[in-house]
């Protein structure tokens, strides 16, 4: 019996030493030295502190910036540590509550009609840092009135802050609102 357990024991040692520490500091190790920015969260630093990361949405509410998809973490909106969708599927009286209300909401904030979809849909994880262009384009309205600028110069700047889809073909267009609006800070 011995003789079937010692090798057992010593291969789930060396699999854990070589798949559970090894294999991942090696990983870690190269892309420290290849992608340091991506490795360690993408973070984005204004005047030496980290405000956010370009992987995780905030919850800007002000009329002075632009606004982010809906957030499925609870309580807090874009909680990372609470990740996760909201389960509620296309049927449900929960989402067509929800959705209806938030259609309600931004239509009184004037944003432009046809409400888009992002505007009041969350993402799988409920912590996506991106709305789609014309969400954003939706926007701009409202927030060159609330910081008294020109409207073209608002919607030029969605226009310079819009991600193409990657190899012009996997994905989506789509637009970083933190991104954006720390560039809406710098005009």
Excluded: C
């Amino acid at each position: 019996m011995l003789n079937h357990i010692r090798p057992a024991l010593t291969f789930v040692v060396a699999m854990t030493a070589l798949t559970g520490l090894a294999y991942p500091l090696a990983i870690s190790g190269i892309a420290q030295a290849v992608m340091p920015g991506k490795a360690n969260g993408s973070l984005i630093e204004r005047d030496g502190a980290v405000i956010g990361s370009a992987l995780i949405g905030q919850n800007f509410t002000s009329d002075r910036y632009f606004w982010p998809r809906p957030s499925a973490t609870g309580p807090e909106p874009y909680n990372a540590a609470a990740s996760s969708g909201s389960n509620v599927g296309t049927t449900s009286a929960k989402l067509k509550e929800r959705v209806t209300a938030d259609v309600a909401r931004l239509t009184e904030t004037d944003i432009a009609q046809p409400v888009p979809a992002d505007a009041v849909t969350t993402s799988g994880s409920g912590l996506d840092p991106h709305v789609s262009p014309a969400f954003a384009e939706a926007q701009v309205a409202r927030v060159a009135q609330a910081r008294g600028l020109d409207p073209s110069a608002v919607a030029s700047l969605v226009a310079r802050q819009t991600e193409i889809p990657t190899f012009g073909v996997i994905g989506q267009a789509r637009v970083n609102v933190l991104e954006l609006n720390l560039a809406l800070d710098a005009l």
